[in-house]
């Protein structure tokens, strides 16, 4: 019953070193997305992905890349890390579009120093 | 454009108080659907409801209560006789129709419920 599981949780990266986050969700959904959560601003979207081998923007994508190349598994890059770039990065995943719940992973904190 | 709005930063109450958090949206959809969440302070994400814009009716879940009203754009949350473990921040959230899914998110109001 694992459903949406980030790894690694904890990282701590220096700036200009690079780092992949992995999700991966068992439910067989469709769609998932990556979020980074910061102080007093909520969640916002990094990038998603409607189905395995697409990706889209999200709202602040800047810095980061992404990959869907199998259905159960999102990953997010940091090429080159930046200390803006320290975040808790959720991920998450859905059956399809508004209609259905979306599940969330337990996050995975990344700071950059 | 969409937009989620939690006006209140932080509420702190004595246990057994009740309270109302606030959620305001913006959105062109006439198909849309409306989330709350609470986030604990161990960090994970926790699903509370999901309500769509065709459902106007109150729903009540245990000390839980949701009041969506459209002609006020908002959906707020109302915890009937707090607990210390209500403590954690809430965040509210939509999807529209044209989303694909994706969720935008108010800022959060942290609940600090005192013993």
């Known amino acids: 019953n694992a459903g949406v599981t980030q790894t690694p949780k904890f990282r701590v990266l220096k700036t200009g070193q690079s780092m992949t986050l992995l999700c991966a969700q068992d439910?067989?959904?469709?769609?998932m997305y990556w979020y980074r959560q910061d102080p007093g601003m909520g969640l916002r979207l990094i990038h998603y992905?409607?189905?395995?081998?697409?990706?889209a923007k999200g709202e602040v994508p800047d810095g980061y890349n992404v990959s869907r190349l199998k259905k159960q598994n999102f990953l997010l890059g940091l090429e080159s890390a930046a200390p803006s770039q320290t975040s808790v990065y959720f991920c998450?995943?859905?059956?399809?579009?508004?209609?259905?719940?979306?599940?969330f992973g337990e996050g995975s904190w990344l700071t950059v120093v | 454009a969409q937009k989620v709005t939690q006006a209140q930063t932080e509420i702190s109450v004595v246990e057994k108080e009740d309270v109302t958090l606030d959620c305001v949206y913006e959105?062109?959809?006439?198909?849309?659907?409306l989330f709350w969440y609470k986030q604990p302070p161990s960090g994970e994400l926790v699903f509370l409801i999901r309500?769509?814009?065709?459902?106007?009716q109150n729903e009540i879940s245990g000390r839980y209560s949701w009041n969506f009203q459209k002609s006020t754009s908002s959906f707020n949350f109302t915890i009937t006789a707090s607990q210390v473990v209500d403590s954690a921040v809430y965040f509210c959230?939509?999807?529209?129709?044209?989303?694909?899914?994706?969720?935008?998110f108010g800022q959060g109001t942290t609940l600090q419920v005192k013993p």
């Open positions: 998450a995943s859905s059956y399809g579009q508004a209609a259905n719940t979306i599940y």
């Open positions: 439910m067989n959904h469709e769609y």
């Open positions: 992905s409607v189905g395995e081998g697409t990706t």
């Open positions: 959105t062109r959809d006439t198909t849309y659907y």
């Open positions: 309500r769509n814009s065709f459902d106007e």
């Open positions: 959230a939509l999807s529209g129709s044209s989303n694909t899914g994706k969720l935008i």
